[in-house]
């Protein structure tokens, strides 16, 4: 199994940056597709980047396409998410989610196997 732990959230001005992190412990069969979703006050939750186990293939929800950058790091234990011009409709709880077998394809679907338990971004205007 593997446990998810999120942090870099906290509150920032319309127009600002923020950078999340996800680091990842446990074991899986293989390296995981790894991604981010979020939640907002009275909204269900969203896909919002993915990206697989080597790196190569990124997918992003259209909302954040050009703004949000998802990597992860040579160890592939870790997965970030860099927000740029961020508006207030950004607000959310963000979740950090792996996929085992690199199932990208089903994470982007919303199936996720593993989860975080999410950290805070607020966006004021």
């Known amino acids: 199994q593997v446990q998810l732990v999120e942090s870099g959230g906290g509150l920032v001005q319309a127009g600002g940056s923020l950078r999340l992190s996800c680091d990842a412990s446990?074991?899986?069969?293989?390296?995981?597709?790894m991604g981010w979703f979020r939640q907002a006050p009275g909204k269900e939750r969203e896909f919002v980047a993915g990206?697989?186990?080597?790196?190569?293939?990124?997918q992003y929800a259209d909302s954040v396409k050009g703004r949000f950058t998802i990597s992860r790091d040579n160890a592939k234990t870790s997965v970030y998410l860099q927000m740029i011009s961020l508006n207030p409709e950004d607000t959310a709880v963000y979740y950090c989610?792996?996929?085992?077998?690199?199932?990208?394809?089903?994470?982007?679907?919303?199936?996720?196997?593993?989860w975080g338990t999410g950290t805070l971004v607020t966006v004021s205007s």
């Open positions: 989610a792996a996929n085992p077998f690199n199932d990208l394809s089903r994470m982007v679907a919303g199936r996720v196997t593993y």
């Open positions: 446990g074991r899986t069969l293989s390296t995981p597709a």
């Open positions: 990206i697989s186990a080597d790196g190569r293939i990124t």
